[in-house]
């Protein structure tokens, strides 16, 4: 069983900065992704960027390209989500997840979640 545990969350200003964590326990059999997504009110959860755990590789969707950057530390088992020059359309609750998805970009293709942290950007 994964548990995932999100931190760093916070109210910024429009153009500011927060690193966003998401500490795991557990253990999986295999290659896996882990992947940020967020969910604004009244809005479907999104995914903003993902990792994969065995070379690394890396994606960013598309609307928060050129501002937030996927990374992770293996020996401490921590995935990162930095994000820099904020907007208030950023404004979200934001989970990671993990498992193995045919899509990096469908929630419902992940068996793991963490139980979320908010981020609002004025």
């Known amino acids: 069983h994964v548990q995932l545990v999100e931190s760093g969350g916070g109210s910024v200003q429009a153009g500011g900065s927060l690193r966003l964590s998401c500490a795991a326990s557990?253990?999986?059999?295999?290659?896996?992704?882990m992947t940020w997504f967020r969910q604004a009110p009244g809005q479907e959860r999104e995914g903003v960027a993902a990792?994969?755990?065995?070379?690394?590789?890396?994606f960013v969707h598309d609307s928060v390209k050129g501002r937030f950057t996927i990374s992770q530390n293996n020996a401490k088992n921590t995935l990162y989500l930095q994000m820099n020059s904020l907007k208030p359309e950023d404004t979200a609750i934001y989970y990671c997840?993990?498992?193995?998805?045919?899509?990096?970009?469908?929630?419902?293709?992940?068996?793991?979640w963490g139980q979320g942290t908010q981020v609002t950007v004025s």
């Open positions: 997840a993990a498992g193995f998805p045919a899509n990096i970009w469908v929630a419902t293709d992940y068996n793991y």
């Open positions: 557990g253990y999986l059999s295999r290659r896996y992704w």
């Open positions: 990792i994969e755990s065995g070379d690394g590789g890396s």
